[in-house]
């Protein structure tokens, strides 16, 4: 059995207080095993995106308790949660976040060169990481010349850039029309096939074609889950065009 990477016991956060109090994650228990890739789908405003935050050490639960292969991250400082998060954690947003004045190489490298590796290991890195997602002829281009689908594979190869023990990805095809989902749909199932731990939020049932779980959230909590066969993958992927 594969060991678990990420595990949540009780996990809680708040907003607000007495009758302006938001219960946006409601004691959630969770477990992520190696290679695995649990899709968490619900409506805007469910706590979706507050759960992914949570666990990647972006935010503090008010309960509860957040493991990353097997060590309590919850209760580490500031200083070593960001130490943590550039090392262990790739984050993949709706808004791709890459930096304007940055080539998408360049944008790649970053992580690299924050966690301490030399520029000649970063460049090399980055350079193998941008052919992986089928962009190493824009590698000297910058964000605002590439198109959406194409920014967020470079988001994806930059989440990929400290060979993560886990991907979280927050509504990576929000902003991307139908072409460019499908390309990083593909993109996803490869990373998948490849072994790469993923936890992806989102509001949109294609996602879960790339999911091994499939899990419903509504006002904070968990409702329901789906452990996604192998013909439903290839069902829903050929759905979303996955398969084609």
Do not use: Y
């Amino acid at each position: 059995m594969s060991e678990t990477v990420v595990r949540a016991r009780g996990l809680s956060k708040t907003f607000g207080r007495d009758e302006g109090l938001v219960r946006a994650v409601d004691e959630i228990d969770l477990e992520v095993r190696a290679g695995e890739t649990v899709a968490v789908m619900g409506p805007s405003g469910c706590g979706k995106s507050t759960l992914l935050h949570l666990l990647g050490g972006l935010e503090r639960p008010a309960a509860g308790e957040i493991w990353l292969a097997g060590r309590r991250i919850d209760t580490l400082t500031e200083r070593a949660l960001a130490r943590l998060r550039r090392t262990a954690i790739g984050f993949v947003f709706q808004a791709f976040h890459l930096i304007d004045e940055l080539t998408a190489q360049e944008n790649v490298e970053l992580p690299a060169l924050l966690a301490g590796r030399s520029p000649r290991a970063a460049r090399r890195q980055a350079a193998d990481l941008l052919e992986r997602v089928g962009l190493a002829d824009r590698a000297t281009s910058l964000p605002a010349a590439l198109s959406g689908g194409q920014r967020q594979r470079v988001a994806i190869a930059r989440a990929l850039s400290n060979d993560p023990l886990v991907v979280l990805a927050d509504e990576p095809t929000g902003n991307l029309d139908s072409g460019a989902t499908r390309e990083v749909l593909r993109l996803f199932d490869s990373l998948h096939e490849a072994g790469q731990t993923l936890v992806i939020v989102t509001h949109d049932a294609r996602v879960a074609a790339t999911a091994d779980r499939l899990i419903s959230m509504r006002d904070g909590a968990f409702v329901d889950e789906t452990r996604m066969s192998g013909g439903t993958r290839g069902n829903l992927g050929a759905l979303a065009g996955l398969d084609g």
